[in-house]
């Protein structure tokens, strides 16, 4: 190893009396939020970068302040919190101190660093954040709907299903300093002021929570949509998923009345202030134009029912009768919304339009995504028009089998004839192509007359991997594809059929390529907050979260989420907070595996390596790999990942205990499952036999090779091609990284024929698939009915993209110190992207021409990393230039390098 700090030295310096220490940059809260207002945490946690340009590599102190005024100058005083200088390296995640913050709460906070020669740096940018209403007690509003929809009168489903609409007027008589509309639903609703959609990209909102437990708020800042004299406050109000329909047709789908929960608080720059809250002086009506509404179903709009007006000042609502109002329940938490909501985030035009029958045309928008239409088409009045939607079409047929029972179409009745212009509100549709009858026929579809509204988790997306593989790029763009499709506020399974939950086995496969590819720790850790409240009092972890009462076993790998999620994250993250929120879920969790096992062996029910390719026994769905073995092998891992919890929180004794229940478990595993020369007693072998068994560490180390050629030898038997499920696959890449063995991960990436990821592109595919063969060009689609063209678990796999392509790994929690290592093969020349860290991006692009390897690295200020090089020629690289013995390097300083050297092998 060579030390490479003295590459840092290069790097011409002023002299450190001359030196100015720039200021640090990005500051966040939590888990990423800059100047939020509504925010959710009432000891925010701070975090800051130090800047990528400046001169200073790493810190070695830093000072938080935190005040209720703004900072004038360098030397203002900080009158909630002062945090001193501390002596730390620490830039992420630091916990507020100061005196308690309370609802509503605006503050400033600024940062400085002292750098490795102990200056200080100038005090960042001051930035504000706003506190929402953090409780029950804050607010004043109650629940409030149309008297149609009380339980008493016995509602009809029509009638809970049909949309309602409210509003209130109020007059502003001074000139407004500052309004925040604090707002909810038990359902989803459209808020409105003055006749203006509060927040035109929002959708869906508040999203989805375990209702019976919390409920997320959200906050708008509605100071300048206020006017001198009359005032509208509106909404339109519908079931989502509060009360709609949640799996198959059941008895209990649009049997809750849907609520709205507003308080908007005005302070007038006279000091004076004013609140309106939802109360029984709103009115209400369900006469609107939205008659129906349903997430799986689709939304029934009339366009005769239109209510010019309805939500603005001046409209005659004599005929809409008082809201009726139930008060709060003290049981259900009223919580600032803790992550970004769904919004529209792209408008995706038309690339085709096919007429396809008489007043009958199928739209092609290219990708298959999420969301909902906008169309502008000439309508006859009296005559329906429908849209129906579809993931794909074979031979022209449109292919609406797989969504099951879920309608998934609009329609809109045309009150005149004439164009008309439709959007849904309250639905939402996993499909490419579109299909709308029922237009005046007279007139010749064009491209124009649609476009789609792409929604999802407003997660920044990285776009952070490209290389000079034209399909792999399209493979990691179908990735992208699948992870925007189904973060819809939760992580669903898929995003059009009938189903659209929270699974978690398949949270498991994708949750650390997601943190990859997007800005989605809040989204992640939000989602675990549900976990731990879904989670009953034996520590059985559903099987999606939220759960509704549907499927109500338990199974592992799957539940194993409580474990594995936080742990990923912390190692992503380097936030302690994501452990010690979660660590009496994972000690629950590890009581019902218990409760499954005996003498160490678990016999929890599991979907198995659900979805394995050429399945031989009858399970089908769930693969051949033996399920007590799955069960176990899942037992030990989460022993194993609370151990290191424990460790982590300093919690020492916990952690010894564990550690030995580990090896307690590993030795039954082995001894229950295995013959001496590794074969399984009983059962097949499978590739994830030996997957299981190798990545969570569960052969004794004198025995993983012998394991490891068990799992070649599988290999070899199906020509390279994967034999995995949703349990495996996320396994495959790093086990046979770890052995040394990443040609054969470009192998399986390159396989072009089925089971592989690029089968999927040869057949079109624009997302990742739930089967490996969900469809193909030749014999169409896969006759099962579950058969999602957007399932993002088998996305797995460009998690590899990021650690084995490029090559960085976090070394230390947190990626405080990285681990470089690209994984060189013939099939790519180039590749080149950016790993995310809590400490800026990681820089890699490598380019091969005729064996010389040109790599171009940038490692983040206040991080260390080490590099190593597989298959360099020895002797021949350079590093900025200068000769340099070795090709592996330890300890390299923050900093740009150029590493250049001859390749063997490639
Ligand atoms: C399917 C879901 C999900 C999977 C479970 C076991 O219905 O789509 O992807 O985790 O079953």
Redesign the pocket.
Known sequence: MLPLLWLAACTAQPPASQAIVEAPVKLKLGEGFSSPIGYYESTPRFSWLLPQQGQSDFQTAYQIQVSGQTFTNADTAADLWDSGKVFSSQTSWLDYQGKPLKSRQKAYWRVRYWNEQQQASDWSDTQEFELGLLDNTDWQGKWIGHPDTALLTQPTKEILATPQYLRKTFRVNRPVKQARLYVTAKGVFKPFINGNIVAPNDVMTPGWTPYQRRIETLTYDITENLTLGENTLAASLAGGWYSGRIANLMDIDHKLPPRFLAQLEIVYQDGSSQTIVTDESWKSSQAGPIRFASNYDGERYDQAMEMPGWNAAGFDDASWQAAISEPLDPQVLLRPKRHDPIRMTQTLPAVSVEVTGPGVAVFDFGQNMVGVPHILVPAIAGQPIRIRFAEALHKGEFYTDNYRSAHSTDYYLPAKTGQIEYQPTFTFHGYRYMEVSGFDSSQAPSTDWANALVQHSDIRLYNNFSSSSAKLNQLSQNVVWGMRSNFYDIPL??PQRD?R?G????ANAFLTPSMYMADAYGFWSAWLQSVREEQNEQGMVP?YIPYVKWITWA?SG?GDAATIIPWELYQLTGDLSILQDNYAMMLGWLDYHKSQSENHISHMKT?GD?LQPYPVSEAANRGDTDFSLISTAFYARSVQLTAKTAQALGKTDKARQLTELHSDIKAAFLAKFFDDQLLPKSGHATQTTYLLGLAFELFPTGQREIALNHLLGLLKASDNHLRTG?LGTSLLASVLQDAGRSDLIYDLLFKETYPSWFYSINNGATTTW?RWNSYSLEDGFNPQG?N?LN?Y?YGTISRWFYEGILGVTPAEPGFKRISIAPQFNQRLSAASGQVPTPNGPVSIDWKITNQTLILDVTIPRNTEADLSLPDVMPGTVTVNGTATDGENFHAMSPGRYRIEAKLSNI
């Open positions: 399974d898929c189903e939950l699974w978690t086995g398949d099987l199974s799957w979907f659900w949703f739930e579950m999602s399932h678990a």
